[in-house]
């Protein structure tokens, strides 16, 4: 019943997700073209040619990019302006120099931002340590990705080159955000305060990011209470680095002048909107003297124009003395309409502290109904049998409030008892997170943990790992030595031990992983297909290097870099047979990973490995390696690209199929698209299984599109910047795609076929949701590894994720079947295609 109702409020949170910066990535529309061009305006343009609607990232069109007028001075001030038609939440800005197919020479060092959220009103963006310039590019092909720390709220936005010498620049642009649903304009408030608790730092709660006025108070702007980062339990620490302590909330004390037993502020939105709640996300550590607040009132005013609404909604909040943790108080509005609202916040204790207010609302399709102080329904009528339903009305009002205080109560209890779990795995400490890899031997005292993220220093210690961890069932037992799924006799555990029969396709081989030269997972694989060998066992044909024609970089590691190019007469020099399909006489697109020609000879030895791994792969639904470059340095290998890239961005970019969407020309895929995709994942992780490959890293982001949807796996999502937030770092030494791994991988390092099933379920519930937020997106990463010591102890107290709305029940069911905790309850993916290729017939 208590994971029923923590999934019904995660589901139920998840539409204000789109406020953390760190999910809020999707691209806006320049490169698509889902900003139109009337949209895009400039100070000045050069030639017709370079005029401001040929700023699209990784477009060609025209003479290639929006070059200003003339030579450009360290004064000028010129810009190019981008009106993305509604509010928006921008979080990251993309942008390239002018190549024009090779010939071009400009770019942009370095520019600064402008945004405005009426048009009239122009602010300049800063980030925490107030500069506003931001570094640019370096060449002409390359993509920069910079993000807006802190992010901002806009319509409208110029970017603004800079240069230092007088000189020619060239732009081509792509924002990345999502809407802003809130509607919040503008928010003002009673300047934040200095806390000085003794024994501690002085915390500066003020408002530093805010784009307002700042005269006694701020008005007329937005700030931290609207940037998508959520103060943390302790008020004193914070997300960002080389700040003050408390800079995260906003805060004032009880006694000072202005604030005396309340806190006024005063909310306004872009048009008139019936509220149905407020979410305060406020700090409680009352050991400090802070609580959320005791109760608010807030006023009504429909117009700007009018007066303040004598109807009030006041709400009692419910204090706790127990819980120190911050959270999201929910103020119920109750229907209201207005367009501007103003929020009376009473102290609780000495002080009141905020990291975060949003809102919930939707359009007013009724202006003459409205709601009174109580939630009773008032509407202009004249029909006298009207009063007759009042009683009916409070009865259910009741009911509902009876019902909510039940819920509110089994929520805060679990909390609770979450807060005192008894045994670890538990919490990852910051700058503590250590991996022990001993190996699974005779010497081995304990080789129950072959692998294990240790989550306290005092989990260093085997034997303290077997008094502190509870015990594995059988199944996992076995799994972490390396075995199949019988009972092993522990003490002859060595890392050559046979499979079981029992599992076949669960049972691990004795494997080499190999790290990718661009810092991507490698697939696993047999030890025995990856002897040491050199340039002469490459079967690949060698390909003439000059005729790869660079396009732009889609992503780099350690030792090497992958890059988009064009692939001169590769089907001729392919021959009969070649896997490329018609190409329509258009160029062929390939992604070419490159060696570094700096890369230790350990990097280089791998990177053979890895041609001789993918030549052995042929399967419709698998990238295919085509050629190499290894008769020179830098080493190369050529394999397949689809026009469509990764299935990440193709699905995140669209809506599902209806009337609406053909008549606004929305780009849409209908349901069968997605299981035909799903069924094609399914198909080529089936043959990968059947090899005993293990991949490790199956997402959307590592499956790539073509312009028939067909779908092929991959392997180097984790080199792209772009998907940077999806991969958690451990001190710098690993980088593990945490949110789509099995509890297994996480907590005992096993990288199987069953955990490979795990993560196509999570790809499959990216599929069905469109992309349109990350897995558990409510979850921080320590609260996803969290999460997984709960599937370890299995005690019920899971959160899985939930159904997606477009999911039909039994594919759901598929899902869950994938997340089963015990492996050997999972399906296997020869099961999974076959189960999807009936949905797809129905």
Not at 351 to 377: A, C, R, V, Y
Request: with cysteine; aromatic share 10%; proline share 5%.
């Amino acid at each position: 019943m208590l994971l029923f109702l923590l999934l019904i409020l995660q589901t139920s949170l998840k539409g204000s997700c789109t406020s953390v910066s760190g999910h809020c990535r999707f691209p806006l529309g320049m490169e698509d073209g889902r900003v139109k061009d009337k949209d895009i305006t400039a100070s000045s343009k050069w030639y017709e040619t370079t005029g401001p609607q040929f700023a699209r990232l990784n477009r060609e069109e025209g003479d290639g990019a929006w070059c200003p007028e003339g030579q450009l001075q360290h004064s000028d001030s010129q810009y190019l302006q981008v009106d993305l038609s509604v509010l928006t939440f921008l979080t990251l800005v993309g942008t390239q120099g002018r190549y024009a197919r090779g010939l071009g020479k400009e770019f942009a060092r370095a520019y600064r931002l402008n945004y405005s959220r009426d048009g009239l009103t122009w602010k300049a963006w800063k980030n925490r340590q107030g500069n506003t310039v931001i570094e640019g590019n370096k060449n002409t092909y390359a993509i920069v990705y910079k993000e807006l720390h802190p992010s901002i709220i806009a319509r409208y936005v110029r970017l603004i080159p800079v240069t230092e010498l007088s000189s020619t620049v060239c732009m081509r642009v792509e924002l990345y955000g999502c809407p802003w649903h809130d509607g919040l304009i503008s928010y003002s408030a009673p300047e934040g305060q200095l806390m000085m608790p003794p024994g501690y730092p002085p915390a500066s709660l003020n408002d530093s990011i805010y784009d307002g006025t700042h005269e006694r108070s701020c008005s007329g702007g937005l700030g931290q209470l609207t940037d998508g980062v959520v103060g943390m339990d302790d008020f004193l620490l914070t997300h960002e680095k080389q700040v003050w302590s408390g800079y995260d909330y906003l805060g004032w004390r009880n006694d000072s002048q202005g604030t005396q037993g309340h806190v006024e502020m005063e909310f306004v939105f872009d048009r008139q909107r019936n509220f149905t709640s407020m979410k305060v996300h406020s700090n409680n550590l009352f050991t400090r003297g802070v609580k959320i607040f005791s109760s608010v009132s807030c006023w009504f005013k429909p117009r700007l124009i009018a007066n303040w609404e004598q109807e009030t909604v006041t709400f009692r909040t419910v204090l706790d003395d127990r819980n120190p943790s911050a959270r999201y108080v929910t103020v119920p509005l109750n229907q209201r309409t207005a367009k501007a609202l103003r929020c009376r916040f009473y102290f609780a204790d000495v002080w009141m502290m905020f990291s975060e207010i949003s809102f919930q609302s939707g359009e007013n399709p009724h202006p003459d109904l409205k709601t009174s102080t109580h939630g009773e329904l008032k509407v202009k009528s004249n029909d006298p049998t009207e009063e007759t339903n009042t009683p009916i009305l409070i009865g259910c009002l009741v009911t509902i409030i009876l019902l909510l205080v039940v819920i509110i109560f089994l929520i805060l209890w679990c909390q609770c008892v979450c807060k005192v779990l008894e045994k670890a795995p538990r919490r990852i400490l910051d700058e503590e997170v250590t991996i022990r890899l001993s190996s699974c031997s005779p010497a081995n005292t304990d080789p129950h943990y072959e692998r294990v993220f240790l989550l306290d220093p005092q989990y260093q210690n085997p034997a303290v790992l077997r008094n502190k961890l509870p015990e594995l069932p059988q199944s996992a037992e076995a799994s972490a030595c390396g075995g199949g799924y019988a009972e092993p006799d522990v003490t002859q555990c060595t890392p050559h031990q046979s499979f079981h029969s029992n599992a076949p396709h669960y049972a691990e081989t004795d494997i080499i992983r190999l790290q990718g030269v661009t810092g991507s997972n490698m697939y696993a694989v047999p030890a025995l297909t990856v002897d040491s060998l050199t340039r002469k066992d490459i079967s690949a044909a060698e390909f003439p290097r000059q005729q790869l024609i660079f396009r732009e970089k889609l992503g780099e590691g350690q030792f090497g870099e992958v890059h988009l190019c064009e692939a001169e007469g590769l089907p001729e020099f392919l021959g009969e047979g070649s896997p490329l399909p018609d190409r329509d006489s258009r160029p062929v697109l390939v992604a070419v990973k490159q060696l570094r020609a700096d890369a230790t000879l350990q990097a280089r030895n791998d990177f053979l490995k890895e041609i001789k791994i993918m030549s052995r792969l042929d399967d419709p639904n698998i990238i295919r390696l085509l050629c190499v470059c290894v008769s020179s340095d830098p080493l190369c290998m050529v394999t397949e690209y689809m026009e469509n890239g990764d299935l990440n961005m193709f699905l995140s970019q669209r809506e599902i199929e209806s009337t609406l969407t053909h008549a606004n020309s929305i780009p849409s895929v209908s349901l069968c698209d997605l299981l035909h995709m799903a069924v094609q994942i399914s198909s080529g992780m089936k043959y990968l299984a059947s090899l005993n490959f293990v991949h490790r890293d199956l997402a959307t982001r590592n499956c790539l599109v073509d312009r028939r949807l067909t779908i092929k796996i991959a392997d180097f999502g984790m080199s792209r910047n772009l998907y940077s937030s999806d991969y958690y770092r451990i001190q710098g030494r690993a980088v593990l795609p945490i949110r789509w791994m099995a509890w297994e991988s996480i907590l005992l390092g096993k990288f199987t076929t069953a955990s490979d099933v795990w993560a196509f379920g999570v790809t499959l519930w990216e599929i069905f949701t469109l992309c349109k937020e990350q897995p558990y997106s409510l979850l921080s990463d320590e609260q996803v590894i969290e999460n997984t010591g709960e599937f370890f102890r299995n005690q019920g107290r899971q959160i899985f994720l939930y159904s997606p709305p477009l999911c039909p029940p039994s594919l759901f069911e598929v899902m869950m079947r994938c997340w089963s905790r015990n492996i050997t309850d999972r399906p296997t993916f020869d099961g999974i295609y076959q189960t999807l290729r009936r949905h797809v017939r129905e």
